[in-house]
């Protein structure tokens, strides 16, 4: 059952003014499928986790939004609307683990707070039998032992593994990665991506990934959703995307990854690498036209005054960006 979301926006109250941080924010996830919202930092991809989860900020307000999870649709501008999905229709994965665990609750009793409230029918000796086969089932050794432990007696990795093993006992609809892997080494990342797919394999949830490596959507994600400054240019599917970017931002984006096998020079300041120039615009005052325009390297004349709308990308199914050029190439 996909999880749909619908013309999300997001205002944060600040002391001079409103900022908009979303707006206009839609997208679909198949059941047992990966969409990466990815986006450089203030692009405002865990604005859109939070609003999913209810977990803004006091000064932040939904100005408009649904999100239909599990055949319910739900309105996002109601406060508290998705509290009661919260560990149960949907888990959230945080970039720093030791920020979503209690530092004075054992391993243990984080997971059996989970199957509490997830299977409140179950007695003591059957939830601590599930908490250690899902601890198991993420790979991290001697399930026994862990239950006993605190979270600061763990690495970031063995954390990251506990947060993951309580989204696979909270059997979610929705699972939401939020830069699950920031804080990791490259090889931890590996076996932290590896994880999340065998949790959503086992379970059939959709997941949203979100974080700012297109390098990490591609090798993992099915779909991808490109954020800038608050507002979705580009949605498709991974190859699709790769193959052919309908967005100068997702072109520059994909420009400025650094693949591994790239050769670099002994002289570390001899080494170059792409960048986007410029800022991103002011989230209190939209600038007319096309959000990107002041960045972008191929803009004309009517960027500057006209919002884009949503134009196909070679006439590909379900691959659309929001760019002029689309609708009258030059």
């Known amino acids: 059952m996909s999880v749909r979301v ?15 941080a979303l707006r206009d924010i839609s997208f679909d996830i198949p059941e047992g499928e990966m969409l990466g919202l990815v986006g450089e930092s203030g692009s405002g991809k865990s604005t859109v986790a939070f609003a999913l989860m209810g977990l803004l900020a006091n000064n932040a307000t939904v100005t408009s939004g649904s999100a239909e999870i599990h055949g319910r649709t739900y309105d996002l501008t109601r406060p508290g609307a998705t509290t009661a999905l919260r560990g149960r229709g949907m888990a959230m994965i945080f970039q720093d683990p030791m920020l979503s665990l209690n530092p004075v609750f054992t391993v243990g009793r984080h997971l059996l707070e989970v199957l509490r ?3 409140p ?11 250690e086969d899902a601890l198991a089932k993420v790979k991290l050794g001697d399930p026994k032992r862990r239950m006993s432990q605190y979270p600061h007696e763990l690495s970031g990795g063995m954390r990251q593994r506990v947060v993951i093993a309580m989204a696979l006992l909270a059997e979610p609809t929705l699972l939401i990665a939020d830069e699950p892997t920031t804080a990791l080494d490259v090889t931890v990342e590996s076996q932290i991506m590896r994880q999340i797919i065998g949790l959503r394999d086992r379970i059939g949830c959709a997941v949203l990934l979100i974080t700012h490596s297109l390098g990490v959507v591609t090798s993992y994600c ?39 096998e790239r050769e670099r020079l002994p002289l570390t300041t001899d080494n170059r690498f792409t960048v986007i ?36 990308v070679d006439d590909s199914r379900g691959h659309s960006a929001r760019c002029l050029r689309l609708r009258s190439p030059l």
Do not use: W
Not at 231 to 254: C, D, F, I, S, W
């Open 222 to 260: 099915d779909r991808i959703a490109v954020l800038y400054a608050g507002e979705r240019l580009e949605n498709g599917t991974v190859g699709a995307v790769q193959a052919h970017p309908g967005h100068p931002y997702t072109r520059m984006l994909l420009d400025c990854e650094v693949p591994l």
């Open 121 to 131: 029918e179950t007695d003591r000796k059957s939830r601590l039998a599930m908490a």
């Open 6 to 20: 619908r013309n999300l926006a997001v205002d944060y109250s600040v002391s001079d003014g409103t900022a908009h």
């Open 277 to 312: 120039a410029g800022d991103l615009p002011d989230p209190r005052q939209r600038p007319p036209g096309c959000i990107f325009n002041g960045r972008c390297d191929v803009s004309f004349e009517d960027c500057a005054r006209i919002v884009p709308a949503d134009y196909p």
């Open 117 to 119: 409230r997830r299977h």
